[in-house]
């Protein structure tokens, strides 16, 4: 009947002509942008009766907001929000999905830079993502291996839920505490994680692939957080059982910041800042040099594997 998958058509045919602005109405209020929304109001003008479906509408959204690019089936967002539509499909029926896209896995991102994501479901900043924009690694407590990193983190919204006694505290208080972090680091698929994720099961624990700790769990049917946020799918880091580190960028790393290599560890796109133990070793090692030239100028020879100390 010409109501949606015709109106979706002319509208992303009118997004890619890309005009700076368009009349609406009435015809002396102010220019509008051309958006999914507005483009709908335009058409409107001549066929009251257009109304796409939610889902095109989010893929019209998605398109605008990458640019209106020729081929938008090769872009990293669109892949990302393929596989989350095939994991609530399979969800839905109650089993994993068939393929899981691994964001760190070259050959399915292509190489291209992977940046912040936020979670399909939720938007708003997450201290986890946007903490003073800097770029954290997630790595396993026991054994200290790269488990995660920002960009591969998935953001979300604490729900709000306040009490009575809260809202009082609130009001008595013009400077209430922050809410604690959640208890779980929700993060993308990772290359590590595909010996259980590739098992079919729609949850279960993951475990650190070099010292095999307890490190997570995940849940394709989705997980409640602390903060009272639901999250589909979940796969998640126990914060309990993982240390976060600074990362800073190199020269010449893209906007994208640190990120994991294929076997998980850290890549060439960033490198952990440790300066205290650095700055620490290279104090001691200055000691020990001036200790030995001492005992050079009195004439006197120590074995190279003779600690001498201070002196």
Not at 66 to 87: H, I, M, N
Not at 120 to 142: A, L, N, T
Not at 246 to 262: D, K, N, Y
């Amino acid at each position: 009947m010409g109501k949606s998958r015709s109106t979706t058509l002319i509208i992303s045919y009118l997004l890619t002509q890309r005009p700076p602005k368009i009349l609406s109405l009435p015809p002396n209020s102010p220019p509008l942008p051309l958006t999914p929304t507005t483009a709908i109001s335009l058409i409107r003008q001549s066929r009251p009766m257009v109304e796409p479906n939610p889902g095109f509408m989010q893929q019209l959204e998605l398109y605008y907001s990458l640019g209106c690019p020729a081929d938008v089936t090769s872009t990293q967002a669109y892949k990302r929000w393929r596989f989350d539509q095939e994991v609530r499909e399979s969800v839905a029926i109650g089993r994993a999905p068939e393929q899981v896209r691994f964001e760190d896995d070259n050959e399915s991102n292509g190489g291209v830079e992977i940046t912040p994501q936020e979670h399909s479901s939720s938007s708003g900043p997450d201290h986890d993502v946007q903490k003073s924009k800097r770029h954290f690694e997630y790595r396993c407590r026991k054994c200290r291996h790269s488990l995660s990193a920002t960009p591969y983190l998935v953001s979300h919204t604490p729900k709000p839920n306040p009490t009575p006694l809260t809202q009082a505290s609130n009001t008595s208080n013009a400077n209430p505490s922050p809410p604690p972090p959640c208890a779980h680091i929700y993060t993308q698929p990772l290359l590590w994680m595909k010996p259980e994720l590739s098992k079919g099961n729609l949850n279960g624990r993951l475990n650190c692939p070099k010292c095999n700790t307890n490190v997570g769990k995940y849940a394709w049917q989705g997980l409640k957080c602390s903060c009272g946020a639901w999250m589909v799918p979940a796969i998640t880091l126990a914060r309990t059982r993982v240390d976060e580190v600074a990362m800073t960028r190199r020269e010449g790393a893209g906007s994208g910041g640190a990120g994991l290599a294929r076997n998980g560890s850290s890549s060439d796109v960033g490198h952990v800042h440790e300066q205290e133990k650095g700055d620490t070793l290279k104090q001691t090692n200055d000691e020990l040099a001036r200790s030995r030239e001492r005992l050079r100028n009195l004439g006197i020879r120590m074995p190279p594997n003779v600690n001498v100390g201070k002196m």
